[in-house]
């Protein structure tokens, strides 16, 4: 491990001194995002014999949703937030407008700890409306606008920063619940910070806005780099990675990091990745539809919103009628609610029983593994779904599925099972059952929609 740590500390300070290599790199993902996402929305739709190897619109949905997106959930996991420091063209976007901007400072309104909630699940909702993983104008829309809004919040806030990063961006909050598990941090020696008070490096510009000096763990820290080896106090080193989960407390976890995890990340994407395939979904629809019709309200049954609004294609046979809208609302709405309202009460249940009711953050933060198994399982999908239209068999995708959501399941049981090791068995076993519950009902969901139905 030393010789690991000492190996990764000079990566860090490589960073650093290349600054203008990585912000060299992060202009030609810029570039590479901006092609990827503006030119197949001016190119007509692909025909049903069209494929990846001929078609740019198809190529470019591959490498948005079937490789992008689910790796850069992985990467997190893996390097913490090294692609919001390094890569991200939203971030690298913000930071160049706010150097030309106003400057005028973040209002308190929108430093409210639950826009970053309420960000991610208002896209999921609006994704689905249009079908953003199936068109290139939906993908535009939704990533092409919070590119803009991006943009507009640096200039208009803090100069040189990445205000909309801290404050706004729809995966933020995502990107800080899985970074809490990755085996790399920036760890800072606050002692030694103190000790060193003369400047021996220029002081590092943060973007995120962060108190470096007082930094603990992975969950805000973008891994940019650019305050590696600051009064010989920040390193980057190898850790455990259920170390800052096992570390956490109910201050170092907000109610918001729990609201969205539970209701979001595993309630609320679980519904968004499900209703395709959801018999539950097409029951639901078939009811209304008969009650309608029965009624002689034969409106939402017409499929002439606009394609901003609701999918509107039907060139490609696909086009949703007012009632597909309203039902596509009722079921995300309702598998976030049931299923983050399941889990909320299973944990406050296992906190109460433990005998410290303010076990319940901490643990809730446990079942991170779980959601963030969650949206790898749902994104790769539609990876496995472009492939077989390809001709590719993929006989090894399932039993792959199984391991990832088994694993997933046993580390976020594990983590349970330590958070609570200081407790007599009386109550460390009835609260581990309460967790297990939890797990077990999240299992369920997944196991329903790649091999139950």
Same mark, same amino acid.
């Given at each position: ?17 290349? %600054? ?5 790199? @992060? ?18 739709? $692909? ?22 997106? $689910? ?29 030309? %901007? ?11 700890? =639950? ?21 290139? @104008? ?44 990755? $085996? ?86 679980? =519904? ?52 597909? =809208? ?13 299923? =983050? ?27 991170? $593994?779980? %959601? ?43 983590? %349970? ?37």
């Amino acid at each position: 491990m030393p010789h690991l740590n000492n190996w990764l500390q000079r990566l860090g300070d490589s960073m650093r001194r290349h %600054g203008a290599t990585i912000r060299a790199v @992060q202009w030609a993902v810029v570039l590479f995002y901006a092609v990827l996402l503006v030119v197949p929305a001016l190119l007509p739709l $692909p025909d049903s014999q069209a494929r990846m190897v001929d078609n740019l619109t198809l190529l470019a949905q591959f490498l948005f949703w079937g490789l992008w997106w $689910p790796f850069v959930l992985l990467s997190i996991v893996l390097f913490g937030r090294l692609w919001c420091g390094v890569l991200c063209p939203e971030g690298a976007l913000s930071e160049w407008a706010s150097r030309y %901007g106003k400057g005028l400072g973040m209002p308190k309104s929108l430093r409210w700890a =639950g826009w970053p909630t309420l960000a991610f699940c208002l896209t999921t909702i609006y994704g689905q409306l249009i079908s953003v993983y199936d068109y290139a @104008q939906a993908a535009l829309l939704i990533l092409g606008g919070s590119t803009i809004a991006a943009v507009i919040v640096g200039l208009l806030f803090a100069r040189g920063k990445r205000v909309w990063c801290r404050y706004l961006c729809p995966v933020s909050g995502v990107f800080a619940l899985l970074a809490r598990l990755a $085996p790399v941090h920036f760890q800072v020696d606050e002692q030694r910070w103190l000790a060193n008070a003369g400047p021996r490096l220029p002081p590092p510009n943060c973007a995120p806005l962060l108190d470096i000096r007082r930094l603990r763990g992975a969950a805000d820290c973008h891994a940019c780099g650019r305050c590696s080896g600051q009064r010989d106090a920040v390193r980057l080193i190898a850790r455990s990675s259920n170390q800052e989960i096992l570390q956490s407390t109910s201050s170092s976890v907000s109610s918001w990091d729990v609201r969205l995890l539970l209701f979001g990340v595993i309630g609320l994407a679980m =519904g968004a990745f499900q209703w395709t395939v959801s018999p539950w979904f097409i029951a639901l629809k078939q009811a209304l539809a008969q009650w309608l019709v029965a009624h002689d309200w034969l409106w939402p049954l017409q499929d002439d919103a606009p394609w901003w609004l609701l999918t509107h294609y039907p060139q490609a046979n696909d086009s949703f009628s007012w009632l597909d =809208g309203f039902c596509i609302l009722a079921y995300l709405g309702l598998s976030a609610l049931l299923l =983050g309202t399941s889990l909320t009460l299973l944990m406050r249940l296992a906190a109460r029983i433990s005998g410290d009711p303010a076990q319940y953050w901490p643990l809730a933060i446990t079942l991170t $593994p779980l %959601g963030g198994a969650g949206l790898f399982l749902g994104l790769s999908a539609t990876t496995v779904k472009l492939l077989r239209y390809e001709g590719l068999l993929l006989d090894w995708v399932q039993p792959a599925r199984a391991a990832l959501l088994i694993a997933a399941i046993g580390w976020s049981l594990w983590l %349970g099972w330590k958070r609570l090791e200081q407790m007599a068995p009386t109550r460390r076993v009835p609260a581990m059952a309460c967790l297990a519950l939890a797990c077990g009902l999240v299992g369920y969901g997944w196991w329903l929609q790649f091999w139950g139905w």
